[in-house]
């Protein structure tokens, strides 16, 4: 037999790191409560054709497609926008807007693994649906730095930019949406020449591709003066300059709540999922060069998926680079938080006392692990020790007739013998 190891792009997690992702998680919901969002569990596996509509080339070829035994075309969710926006378009077609949605879980993409990309990737998602409204795109952008200061994360720039200043140019020039959605993959790689040549070929203005050459330069953290010059650089294309104007507002927002974030405005900003069409933006830290959460506005997707005509903007936090970007700035929480008892019993005889003590102990909130494998009593000591427990309750014969146990501090080396009723309340001073 083989020696059995995760498939390429998976990670197993042990308890350690498995109680931060759970805590990361934890913050992700807390956040989700404390802007109104309520939590959604949708399936991990979805129908190929909602999940490749508006991906775009690059989500969609690394997504994981099969057929189920009843020879459907399925994918495991490569993110969670899709799910929600199907979701929206159906079960909750009548409800009244706005939604605040939230999600936590995994969802997978086939990328080459390396540091902080994996293929099984855990995403805390947020979707504000049924506004149009620049207050909204504001929400979504502060929700993001809520959750990066929850984590105590410092430093966190947000880059921002605009995909309908760039769509409203091309729809001016009467680019058909195809080229469009491959101009926008090429410029999120940052594949500028390529995404030039294939502007020269396909017939563009040269104003268009001189325009669209200073924009690509165009930016920078004097945020209003760079919208400012996007706006005089795009005048004459209505809807870009249409745009261009959104952008200053939501940014007026963001700046008038005081909230104090560090913002970068990219005018050549695009990125890989092809429904966005408003603001978008990606969090960063310096320490990695790596996004850990991007969003932005997509006003077509629930129509396209057969609902109510719906703005609206969302944004997916990527956990494992959220805990890499804590690791890197050393503010990862401790992961031991309770005390730990060992119940050791002197003779197996009394092993049904032992766990009965363990069960009195659980049932007032104190975590124990009884002794299972049946060591001598230095070997069990010696064991929980080495585990860092904090203490040791020791069932014995001669105890038990008095109604106790000899509970050891394992930090302190020191032991007394205590009635079993009074054990929880010793262990937890
Ligand atoms: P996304 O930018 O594709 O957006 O992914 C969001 C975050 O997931 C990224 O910023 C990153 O932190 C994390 N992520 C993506 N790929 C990987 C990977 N291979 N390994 C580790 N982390 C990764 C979305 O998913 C959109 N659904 C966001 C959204 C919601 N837009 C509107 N609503």
């Known amino acids: 037999m083989s020696v059995f190891r995760t498939v390429r792009g998976m990670r197993d997690f042990l308890p350690q790191e498995a109680a931060i992702l759970r805590s990361v998680e934890e913050k992700a919901r807390r956040v989700a409560e404390l802007y109104g969002y309520g939590e959604i569990v949708t399936p991990i596996v979805e129908s190929y054709e909602l999940l490749a509509a508006k991906a775009g080339e690059e989500v969609k070829s690394r997504m994981f497609v099969f057929k189920d035994l009843g020879g459907r075309d399925v994918a495991l969710r490569p993110e969670f926008t899709a799910s929600v926006a199907r979701l929206?378009?159906?079960?909750?077609?009548?409800?009244?807007?706005?939604?605040?949605?939230?999600?936590?879980?995994?969802?997978?993409?086939?990328?080459?693994?390396?540091?902080?990309?994996?293929?099984?990737?855990?995403?805390?998602n947020y979707e504000l649906m049924g506004s149009e409204a620049p207050i909204a795109d504001a929400e979504i952008v502060l929700l993001t730095n809520s959750l990066m200061q929850a984590c105590g994360l410092r430093n966190c720039v947000f880059k921002v930019g605009h995909v309908g200043v760039l769509r409203g140019i091309f729809d001016e020039e009467n680019l058909e949406d195809k080229v469009q959605d491959a101009i926008m993959q090429l410029m999120d790689k940052k594949q500028y020449d390529d995404a030039f040549t294939m502007l020269e070929n396909s017939g563009v203005s040269a104003k268009c591709i001189k325009i669209l050459k200073e924009l690509v330069k165009l930016k920078g953290q004097e945020i209003f003066d760079v919208v400012k010059k996007m706006q005089s650089?795009?005048?004459?294309?209505?809807?870009?300059?249409?745009?261009?104007?959104?952008?200053?507002?939501?940014?007026?927002?963001?700046?008038?709540?005081a909230c104090d974030l560090d913002i970068s405005v990219d005018a050549g900003f695009a990125r890989g999922l092809e429904y966005y069409t408003g603001m978008i933006f990606e969090v960063n830290v310096p320490d990695l060069d790596i996004a850990l959460g991007g969003g932005g506005r997509y006003d077509k997707l629930i129509k396209l998926f057969g609902g109510e005509s719906t703005p609206a903007v969302g944004v997916a936090h990527g956990l494992d680079r959220i805990?890499?970007?804590?690791?890197?700035?050393?503010?990862?929480?401790?992961?031991?938080?309770?005390?730990?008892?060992?119940?050791?019993?002197?003779?197996?005889?009394?092993?049904g006392e032992a766990l009965k003590i363990a069960q009195l102990l659980r049932d007032a909130g104190v975590r124990v692990e009884v002794e299972v494998v049946g060591r001598k009593m230095a070997k069990a000591l010696e064991d929980a020790n080495r585990r860092a427990m904090d203490f040791a309750v020791i069932v014995g014969e001669r105890e038990l007739k008095e109604g106790a146990v000899v509970l050891r501090d394992l930090k302190k080396r020191a032991q007394q013998t205590v009635k079993v009723n009074a054990i929880a309340g010793v262990v937890r001073n």
Do not use: C, W
């Not at 929206?88 to 879980?105: D, E």
């Not at 104007?245 to 963001?254: C, E, V, W």
């Not at 050791?344 to 009394?350: N, Q």
């Open 233 to 257: 650089l795009v005048e004459g294309y209505g809807k870009a300059a249409e745009a261009s104007k959104n952008l200053f507002q939501i940014l007026r927002i963001i700046y008038e709540s």
């Open 88 to 124: 929206v378009a159906t079960t909750l077609r009548n409800q009244p807007r706005p939604f605040r949605l939230f999600s936590v879980g995994s969802v997978y993409r086939y990328d080459e693994p390396q540091k902080g990309r994996h293929r099984e990737i855990r995403q805390s």
């Open 323 to 351: 805990i890499l970007a804590m690791q890197e700035q050393k503010v990862l929480p401790d992961a031991k938080l309770e005390k730990s008892v060992a119940v050791i019993p002197v003779d197996e005889k009394l092993n």
